[in-house]
């Protein structure tokens, strides 16, 4: 059993920043890939970016540049550090934890809220 939890998430102005966070309920946090997905209204889930143990971090190319994944396998967390926010990043962000052995085997967060606008 896997339970994720984000927060972080809230109103920003164009241009800010936000740090999302993602708690993971399992102290062998290291054994999954870690990854942050977007959903806004009408459109599907996207990958925003994903860290794994021996792997280099990649990001939509939209985000290349603006935002960071990294983890802390102390605290069991994950984080998305975003920069020069734009309008078009509004979305409900997920974390999702994909087993690293058994890469069927998913589990997601209930989503937070990030509003980019003046």
């Known amino acids: 059993q896997v339970q994720l939890v984000e927060s972080g998430g809230g109103s920003v102005q164009p241009g800010g920043s936000l740090r999302l966070s993602c708690v993971v309920s399992r102290r062998t946090f290291s054994l999954y890939d870690m990854g942050w997905y977007r959903q806004a209204p009408g459109k599907q889930r996207e990958l925003v970016a994903r860290?794994?143990?021996?792997?280099?971090?990649i990001y939509a190319d939209d985000v290349k540049g603006r935002f960071t994944i990294s983890g802390d396998n102390a605290k069991n967390t994950v984080y998305l550090q975003m920069n020069r926010l734009k309008p078009e990043a509004t979305s409900t962000y997920f974390c999702n934890a994909r087993d690293s052995a058994f890469r069927s085997v998913q589990y997601w967060g209930q989503g937070t809220q990030v509003t980019v606008s003046s």
């Open positions: 860290i794994s143990n021996g792997a280099s971090a």
